[in-house]
């Protein structure tokens, strides 16, 4: 099974279609009802959704002057502690709402880290860690001591992930972004001192 069909597998376009149009703004509805203005959405607008052929029409952020930040560069502190609130606010604002509304959130309860997708995660996460193990080898003064660490966990990281991701109905839940890197992120800022001040 390939990345492709894994992702048909696991329903992961359905899924992201679901927490766009439907459980985010029920999430960013709870936060205005605590506190009206104080807290802005967690996304883009979804307007709209299809499923074959799968595409998502949402809100050009860029619109409202939002914009990604450079790769190149990863986020400095104040990129990273604003992340950081936001999806704090995200995983406590969903489990008030898997409280109130256990339904809206009932289809995300399985990851797509699960144990009958193993293989399809051995070839995708096991071969990654390979890979980065093997460039870590050739680094001076780090190869060493990370090279084989590196090397014994690509043979486990799959096992691990499934792991750490199986839900316990008695701990507390939350759900998580699944995705969050720099290009799933859209930055504004400050006209006057250019400081970063919100992100999507």
């Not at 880290?113 to 193990?133: C, H, I, R």
């Not at 759900?175 to 890197?181: E, Q």
């Amino acid at each position: 099974m390939n990345f492709f069909q894994l992702m048909a597998e696991a329903r992961i376009f359905m899924k992201e279609a679901l927490a766009l149009s439907s459980v985010l703004p029920n999430m960013y509805r709870l936060l205005e009802e605590a506190s009206p203005t104080q807290f802005q959405p967690f996304s883009a607008t979804c307007f709209y959704s299809h499923s074959g052929p799968d595409f998502i029409v949402m809100e050009d952020l860029k619109e409202k002057g939002f914009k990604m930040a450079k790769r190149n560069l990863g986020l400095d502190m104040k990129h990273s502690m604003l992340v950081m609130r936001k999806i704090a606010r995200h995983h406590a604002s969903s489990a008030v709402l898997r409280e109130k509304n256990p339904e809206i959130i009932h289809p995300f309860y399985e990851s797509v880290y699960n144990k009958e997708f193993k293989e399809p995660l051995d070839n995708l996460f096991g071969k990654g860690m390979k890979n980065l193990a093997n460039e870590v080898e050739g680094w001076p003064d780090y190869g060493n001591r990370y090279g084989t660490k590196l090397h014994n966990l690509a043979g486990r990281i799959s096992d691990l992930l499934i792991e750490i991701m199986e839900r316990h109905d008695n701990e507390f839940n939350a759900l998580r972004h699944g995705d969050l890197w720099l290009n799933n992120m859209m930055f504004s800022y400050s006209d006057d001192t250019g400081e970063v001040e919100d992100v999507r």
